[in-house]
């Protein structure tokens, strides 16, 4: 037994990796590299301009699994700006010896650039996950407006982001389509959208708070996401707006400019009059992200007056999902940049992504593992997005049955879909595991369950499904 912390705290400086060492950027100046213009112009899209950036240090069998992945598993299509491209293997030249491995093995590629083998033989995706695992589009108000908890909503303006993480909740919608995945599109035109947003927020006093969400925020030509705050700024009902924009760390160059930060401080003064918070949200999920020029970029925001930058990272299996990174994430954040940590979510329920997902268990340790070491408002909570419900912190579950991997959740609030619902409150709502992590009991229960539902037998499935519950109920009662 040793009687060490289990982990020690180093204040770390943040450190730009140097992207001469990427073959295709040997040339680029420290000028073109910090506009937010040349790194729109040199995102990688496919496996040919990776190869170009990357040389012939990297072996072909990885381009080779990463097109096998495009192909037959992805959700996303590939568009990585330089920024991020240049956190994978920081440090390494790509034709060092042991180059290829480090990438297969670096975290930022792994959700970025997610290969084929990366993936689950046995389980690629869990028998119920959907498109829209959480079901945003069934809550939608106005189109791309969901309405899920009593206050507050989610104003999903574009669905363009300037980065396309292999893992995205908004995978239906998000991006473009992949052979896997035919995107849905807004029917809508843009203005006419955001007219019918702004009517229902104007009609619907009980409503304060708006995720100005997509997509990426990144992605609107400035002055039309000014326009559409402003509005949000004159209706008397709305005291928070939260900008979502992994661009932050994606892009930093984006939030960098002058334009942009004038604007932003235009919205922060008018906000700061009217007693409205004004906060960004961003989505970092490994320290190696956290570079000088993250952290610039979230000063500057914070220079302009907004009220707070806050980080809400995905848990993925191989990237962060070990006390240590959550932590070393949480103080580059904090001290190194500015940035709040917030929220971990799980990994939600989407095709494909069961090499990412761990188990609410797991959650609920790493939770455990972290708590003590960063002040008390910086320490994330690791969150269930539950359909249907809505963000649970990892230990408010209400059973859970570790057999089948099903864990059971209530809600304290109706969603935009129950409002004559009378026992919407009462219910118990259900959450899976990754089923590779169940015992090989719980793994056969879950075969013979896609067995009754591929012959159709939708009814035994559910009423085997009802069972696992009602004994899981009845176990929890007699502890
Ligand atoms: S930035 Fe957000 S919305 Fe865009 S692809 Fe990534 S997770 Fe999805």
Redesign the pocket.
Known sequence: MSTEQPYSYRGRELVEPDWTRLPGWRDVSATDWESAQWQRAHCVKNVRQLRDVLGDGIAERFFADLERDQAERAT?SMLMPPQMVNTMIPGVAPDEPGATKALYDDPVRRYMLPVFSDRRGDWPSHPYATRDSLHEHDMWVAEGLTHRYPTKVLAELLST?P???G?????DL??NSTPQVVKLRFGAKPADRYEQMIDYLKRTPGVRDVVV????VANMPFKNLEAFVDRLLEIDNIRDVRL?T??LM?LPQHWLQDDVRAGMERLATTARARGVQIAIHT?VNHANSVTPLVAKAARAMLDTGIRDVRNQG?LMQGVNADAHELLDLCFALTDGAGILPYYFYMCDMIPFSEHWRVSVDTAQRLQHAIMGYLPGFATPRIVCDVPFVGKRWVHQLADYDHEHGISYWTKNYRTSLEGDDLDALQRTYAYYDPLHTLPSTGQDWWRQQVGAEAAGDHAAAEQAARSSREAAHAQAAGA
């Open positions: 996303m982001c980065q396309y993480c893992h995205c909740t908004r995978m998000v991006g969400s997509g997509g990426d979502a992994k661009a994606g989505h995905v």
